[in-house]
């Protein structure tokens, strides 16, 4: 037997700096490809918004005869209070207010057709 080393544990094949980067650039992806649990203050945030819509949610009125809609997720008050157009929300319409409006609209619409299909009589309904 020989105990003469093998000529590949003399040399390494590459030298200590490049396994040094190796080793820096695979820790640096895996931190970056590793997914990020959210702090404590935002999963507690984010608890607090969805209880706040489901408490909003239990306390509109149900009406008999109509399914309930399902409305779109919107954020509440408190959460909207940082952007820079923080202009107060506006108060959807009652619906008499909604059905005086589209009863006027109605109305306009009528009196534009009638218009543009007989101006004469229109206008001498106008001039008397």
């Known amino acids: 037997m020989t105990t003469e080393p093998s ?3 003399e040399e390494p094949s590459l ?34 918004l969805r209880e706040e819509d489901e408490r909003a949610a ?8 109509r399914r ?10 408190a959460a ?6 923080n202009r107060p929300p506006r108060q959807p319409l009652s ?5 005086l409006r589209a009863l006027l609209g109605i109305m306009l619409v009528a009196a534009v057709v009638l218009v543009v299909l007989s101006p004469g009589r229109a206008w001498s309904w106008f001039s008397g």
Do not use: C, M, Y
């Open 15 to 48: 030298p200590d700096d490049v396994w040094e980067l190796f080793a820096n650039d695979s820790e640096r992806a895996i931190r970056l490809s590793a997914p990020k649990e959210p702090s404590a203050r935002a999963r507690i945030v984010a608890r607090r």
């Open 7 to 9: 000529p590949a544990a």
């Open 80 to 85: 909207t209070a940082w952007r820079p157009d």
């Open 58 to 65: 239990e306390a509109e009125p149900r009406r008999w005869g």
């Open 95 to 99: 619906p008499s207010v909604r059905r």
């Open 68 to 77: 309930r809609q399902e409305r779109p997720h919107t954020p509440s008050q």
